[in-house]
């Protein structure tokens, strides 16, 4: 019962699992300090989340754990609540931006060119600037937030190649 509510607070983000005189009350019935059952609460947490993210099933998650050394009665406790309630972990995330909070929704890009004189093209600054809007998915009236970065020659190639690694990525798991 305590991992389902933990489960139920990780597809919910934002909520904690139990109150502060549940906390409490769990403490005194569990014989252990009130910070316990936070690190109870976190560390389940924790196992669930990764669990969704790896995508792997209730038997997987308890050989898993008993694998990293937990006690095998205690991994299936958790195999078992992952089993039962983990498809509504992983639909809820589906529907998120994966924690982050802010979206892209447009891009613009300048070029500028500062000359240290009309007669040299060695004196000259060649950089980009690229603007990126980001809005808020939970606030969608809100205008977005613009982002300005500078890029040399050498800095824009560079990003450019990581955002190659993380498209190429991305394809592969597509």
Same mark, same amino acid.
């Given at each position: !019962?305590?991992?389902?509510?933990?489960?139920?607070?990780?597809?919910?983000?934002?909520?904690?699992?139990?109150?502060?005189?549940e906390?409490?009350?769990?403490?005194g !019935?569990?014989?252990?300090a009130a @910070?316990?059952?936070?690190?109870?609460?976190?560390?389940?947490?924790y $196992?669930?989340?990764?669990a969704?993210?790896h995508g792997?099933?209730?038997?997987a998650l308890?050989?898993?754990?008993? *694998?990293?050394g !937990?006690?095998?009665d205690?991994? #299936?406790v958790?195999?078992?609540v /992952?089993?039962d309630?983990?498809k509504?972990?992983?639909?809820?995330f589906? @529907?998120?931006?994966?924690?982050?909070?802010? $979206?892209?929704?447009?891009?613009n /890009?300048? $070029?500028?060119v500062?000359?240290?004189?009309?007669a040299?093209? #060695?004196?000259?600054?060649?950089?980009? $600037?690229v603007?990126?809007g980001?809005?808020d998915?939970?606030?969608?009236?809100?205008?977005?937030?613009?982002?300005? *970065?500078?890029?040399?020659h050498?800095?824009?190639?560079?990003?450019f190649q990581?955002l190659?690694?993380?498209?190429?990525?991305?394809?592969?798991?597509a």
């Open positions: !019962m305590i991992f389902e509510r933990i489960l139920s607070a990780v597809g919910d983000k934002g909520t904690d699992p139990f109150s502060t005189d906390v409490e009350k769990l403490a !019935m569990l014989g252990c @910070g316990g059952i936070t690190t109870l609460c976190e560390g389940g947490s $196992v669930f989340e990764r969704a993210y792997v099933n209730g038997e308890t050989e898993h754990l008993v *694998t990293v !937990m006690l095998e205690r991994a #299936a958790l195999g078992t /992952w089993q309630g983990g509504q972990v992983v639909d809820a589906r @529907g998120t931006s994966n924690g982050a909070a802010r $979206v892209l929704n447009s891009t /890009w300048s $070029v500028h500062n000359v240290a004189s009309n040299t093209a #060695a004196g000259r600054d060649v950089y980009g $600037v603007e990126l980001l809005s998915p939970a606030n969608p009236d809100k205008p977005s937030k613009p982002i300005l *970065t500078e890029f040399s050498d800095e824009l190639y560079d990003f990581k190659e690694t993380i498209q190429e990525q991305l394809d592969e798991l």
